[in-house]
């Protein structure tokens, strides 16, 4: 009997262990990824504000669907999407931005690219209001727009290889998964679990993450300059 296929593996891997994408193997930027690198500064910095400051500060600078929705506190669509709510959810968020951003920050130039993070950004709280417009519940954190960075990813270098640690229990070994497997199989989970949470007592926030991931696949196109990143030769 066929043994399972390659989607099917990567699809069942990611539910019932950790992987976790590390760098992109096929290709290298020509030039070092400032914005990237500044962003994740950034969300480090707010994240040691917001250790300091508790509760207060989270409930001062996160989305609040129901303030959006009646025009109060417009500023925290921006300062929401650098913050997180615990160690996991920031070195989570931080590690996925770190494995695809450099390639797209070299394929849109760094001022399309901070300007596609933040848009990605306030699409992403935008699909969350939609989905739960009444909600009192903070809303916080990154993987919107890191949503963003995978969805123009997936249209720009599909074919391109993850190098990613494979977590079984306390077994880590590096595989390689091609990205249009890796994303793709991301976006489909986020689509499926769209709904399953609700939103009042708070959880994953899927809508933002949907919202975001389609604003990327659908128009990273018009933010990149044109100019592949160069592959590279060597084998792995």
Known sequence: MAGPSPLAWVAGTLVRMGVIPLTDVSRRPSRVPLVTGSIIAVNVMVFLLELNGGEAFVKAWSVIPADIVAGRHLVTLLTSMFMHGSWSHIL??????????????????????????????????????????????????????????????LVTYPRDRIRSLLIIVIFIRVTYIPAAMLIGVWFLLQFLNLGAVAQQTGGVAYAAHVGGFVFGAVLARLFERGEPVAELTAGY
């Open 92 to 153: 989570g968020n931080m590690v996925f931005l770190w494995a695809f951003g450099p390639e797209i920050e070299d394929a849109m130039g760094r001022g399309r690219y901070l300007g596609f993070y933040l848009l990605g950004g306030f699409a992403a709280s935008a699909a969350q209001i939609v989905a739960s417009p009444g909600s009192t519940v903070p809303n916080l954190g990154a993987s919107g727009a890191i949503a963003a960075v995978m969805g123009a990813f």
